[in-house]
Nanobody, 117 residues
Framework: QVQLVESGGGLVQAGGSLRLSCVAS????????MGWYRQAPGKQRELVAG???????NYADSVKGRFTISRDNAKNTVYLQMNSMKPEDTAVYYC???????????WGQGTQVTVSS
C-alpha cells in the first residue's frame, strides 16, 4: 500500500501562483511514476502533469508553459508549481502514484484550488 498526502491548495487570484506538494509513503517501488490530476465540478478527472522517477515529464496542453512538475526521489515527494493561473484552473487536484511494476494506482485525498477572476 502507498499513502499520498497533499498540501498547498487554496485560493489565489488570476495571474497568481500556487505550489502543491504530495508526499508518498508506504511500499514505494523504485520504478514508479507520480503526477497530478484535477477534477472540476461536472467534469471528468483529467491529467495535469506526470513525472517518472527518472524525470521524464508530460503535461496537459492547457497547462504547458504555466505549470511545472518536479520530484524529490529522496523524499518521495512530487511538486506542482502553478504560475499564471486562470479561473479555469479551479478544481480539486489529486496526487497520483503508479507502481510501474504491479501497475497499481494510488490517489491522494485531493486538495481544492480556486482561482478567482
Amino acid at each position: 500500500q502507498v499513502q499520498l498526502v497533499e498540501s498547498g491548495g487554496g485560493l489565489v487570484q488570476a495571474g497568481g501562483s500556487l505550489r502543491l506538494s504530495c508526499v508518498a509513503s508506504g511500499s514505494i517501488f523504485s520504478i514508479n511514476a507520480m503526477g497530478w490530476y484535477r477534477q472540476a465540478p461536472g467534469k471528468q478527472r483529467e491529467l495535469v502533469a506526470g513525472i517518472t522517477r527518472f524525470g521524464r515529464t508530460n503535461y496537459a496542453d492547457s497547462v504547458k508553459g504555466r505549470f511545472t512538475i518536479s520530484r524529490d526521489n529522496a523524499k518521495n515527494t512530487v511538486y506542482l508549481q502553478m504560475n499564471s493561473m486562470k479561473p479555469e484552473d479551479t478544481a480539486v487536484y489529486y496526487c497520483h502514484y503508479m507502481d510501474l511494476g504491479s501497475e497499481e494506482n494510488y490517489w491522494g485525498q485531493g486538495t481544492q484550488v480556486t482561482v478567482s477572476s
